[in-house]
């Protein structure tokens, strides 16, 4: 009996989704397109990177947010002789590497069930801003940083997974280096210190690019000491979803690679865990 959970079938389904057998008309993606053959090589000669944290007690979450708990039901072998384990998770939809749906930010817009599986799956554009961010932790990607990518690889942004890549990712899962504070609770919403998208780039990204996804490598699309969230405001106006605590972007091309990424399906969430991976084909 074949095995339906095996690797060549998830490849399969994989290679089929992202080809256009599962996504809508016109949500192609923005480089050139690939064969079955060329993802199957991908994925299987090992060319593929996870960009998620895991879920755990150190788990970075919004100092105001409750912690990822997890609950042990049952460990060990049972009274009919067979080895069982199962757990409970509790955590608030914004913490660890996750998505915001648009809604988070703005009044009817899609929640997280609502995002089109054409927008989770997509070419990746790494854009290197971390000499910038090392110099200045407050630092906000401008557009000029986002049109140099552009000119330096020769391709627009537009329909793309756009990921910034700050280099903060190192620091985790220490709270003070990644976060500027160690310290929980609303007053210490006011300490945070960490980069993110300028609202004007934010607003040109949006309006001028239509990019299917941000997503960044710090706690927020917009940088700590954001007070308004300008960035978060206008990619959810324009149905944009952002991905926040983005891993290893530097183990990424700046272009070539292929992101998925599968949110938890919570119905009328405003966000939720989400597993992504880069596929980068073997060179």
């Not at 609502?114 to 000499?131: H, K």
């Not at 976060?179 to 993110?196: I, M, N, S, V, Y």
Request: glycine share 10%.
């Amino acid at each position: 009996m074949t095995d339906r959970n095996s690797p060549r079938n998830v490849v399969i389904v994989v290679c089929f989704i992202v080809a256009g057998g599962f996504l809508p008309a016109g949500a192609g993606l923005a480089v050139e397109p690939r064969g079955e053959g060329d993802l199957v090589a991908a994925i299987s000669s090992g060319h593929v990177v996870d960009l998620t944290h895991p879920f755990d007690e150190d788990t970075i979450y919004w100092p105001n947010a409750p912690e990822f708990r997890l609950i042990r039901d049952f460990q060990g072998v049972t009274e009919r002789g067979y080895y069982y384990t199962a757990n409970q998770f509790a955590a608030a939809e914004h913490g660890g590497t996750h998505i915001d749906s648009p809604i988070h930010f703005y009044e009817n817009r899609e929640t997280v069930d609502a995002i089109p599986l054409g927008r989770l799956i997509g070419a990746a554009a790494v854009v290197d801003v971390s000499g910038s961010c090392a110099a200045d932790r407050d630092h906000q990607v401008s557009i000029e940083e986002l049109r140099g990518w552009e000119q330096q690889h020769g391709r627009s942004l537009e329909d793309m997974i756009v990921l910034l890549r700050t280099g903060f990712d190192r620091y985790w899962p220490d709270r003070e280096a990644y976060l500027g504070t160690a310290e929980r609770g609303e007053a210490a919403t006011g300490k945070l210190h960490f980069p993110g998208l300028d609202p004007v780039a934010a607003r040109w990204l949006a309006e001028q690019r239509r990019p299917k996804l941000v997503g960044i490598d710090t706690a927020s699309i917009d940088n700590g000491p954001s007070r308004l969230f300008q960035s978060h405001v206008t990619l959810f106006k324009n149905n944009v979803p952002a991905l926040e605590n983005v891993a290893n972007l530097d183990n990424v091309p700046a272009v070539g690679a292929t992101v998925i990424a599968l949110p938890m399906k919570i119905a009328g969430g405003s966000g939720g865990p989400t597993r992504i991976v880069a596929i980068v084909p073997a060179k």
